[in-house]
């Protein structure tokens, strides 16, 4: 472990952890992400991002500077609680990523809670990823931590569907069980580092607005993904979502889906996102690329 770790986890401890345990409500946390994203997170300046459209809504697109175009698109959807974030908070880790993956990719807008109820997301997601589909060529489809859950119910819906499949799927930190049944919500309340355990049925609520939270499209722990392309999942061992992780992967490999899991120690929620000052999160995304590109073959032509 790099003697950065230490460091980053006491920051987020001592700022963020109070700070989102405190804010007023999603309005709040939407300004200060933004806020801390434009200041903390670059994207290589091998890459460009653009704003653009994907099903009607904005997106934010990812594509190489120079070179050959990819044939491989990266579908993303990004955490924050189903109540904040956007493409811009975390358009600079995915272009990392794309970088690592020899792929293209792109982050929509889609509609949050309070104001946007599930369905409203997943509904979105659906629509993106037909529209990157119909493009042609690969697609990956990934999220971190609530646009995990969105990963893998995007996935429980296609298969429920029997619509074409993305070649692969992976999240980061994913939430896949709003009833927050898992034992490590409670184990690792003090570890974690960055979520407020208190606050997570808050902003669950928010977003399910009465819907049953076992309800399998919007807790993908609880779905059927018999005949799921492969998955990669990983989180840290001091996570409150932990358990989300673990038994996530476990169910789909009961499954028989080739899931792979990969868990890291005491490392923050969602990790990746440092990758411009944390080793661990380059080295997160380098073996994520990897296996990305072993998903594609990595093919490309040329602009």
């Known amino acids: 472990m790099s003697l950065l770790r ?4 006491q920051y987020l401890r001592l700022t963020e952890k109070p700070h989102m345990r405190k804010a007023s409500g999603p309005d709040a946390l939407r300004r200060s992400f933004e806020f801390k994203a434009r200041l903390f997170f670059h994207a290589p300046r091998a890459t460009r991002l653009e704003r653009g459209e994907l099903a009607g809504s904005e997106a934010l697109w990812v594509r190489p500077r120079r070179g050959p175009m990819s044939q491989c698109t990266i579908l993303y959807f990004h955490g924050g609680g189903f109540v904040f974030g956007s493409p811009r908070t975390h358009g600079a880790m995915v272009a990392a990523l794309a970088c690592r993956a020899d792929a293209d990719a792109v982050l929509p807008r889609y509609p949050l809670a309070p104001e946007h109820p599930f369905p409203a997301a997943l509904d979105h997601a659906l629509a993106a990823y037909q529209a990157v589909r119909a493009t042609g ?6 999220g ?3 646009g995990g859950a969105l990963t893998l119910s995007l996935l429980a819906r ?3 569907d029997k619509a074409p499949l993305p070649e692969a799927v992976f999240a980061f930190s994913p939430l896949t ?8 919500f409670a184990s690792n309340a003090d570890a974690d580092v960055e979520l407020p ?7 669950a609520q928010m977003y399910l607005n009465g819907t049953d939270p076992t309800d399998p499209l919007a807790s993908p722990l609880f779905a059927d ?11 840290g061992d001091t996570e409150i979502l932990l358990d989300d992780s673990r038994r996530m992967a476990a169910h789909l490999q009961a499954q028989g889906v080739d899931a792979t899991y990969v868990e890291e120690h005491d490392l923050p929620h969602v990790w990746p996102i ?15 690329g990897a296996w990305i590109k072993a998903q594609t073959g990595a093919r490309a032509v040329t602009r």
């Not at 069980?177 to 490590?184: A, E, Q």
């Not at 993904?225 to 989180?235: E, R, S």
């Not at 440092?274 to 994520?288: D, G």
């Open 197 to 203: 355990a208190e606050r997570a049925h808050e902003m």
């Open 137 to 142: 060529g690969s697609v990956i489809v990934g």
């Open 225 to 235: 993904f018999t005949g799921a392309p492969p998955v990669w999942i990983t989180a």
């Open 6 to 9: 230490p460091l980053l986890n």
């Open 158 to 160: 296609l298969l429920a």
């Open 274 to 288: 440092f990758h411009s000052t944390l080793p661990e999160a380059r080295a997160t995304l380098n073996t994520l």
């Open 144 to 146: 971190d931590s609530a």
């Open 177 to 184: 069980d709003l009833t927050f049944s898992g034992d490590s």
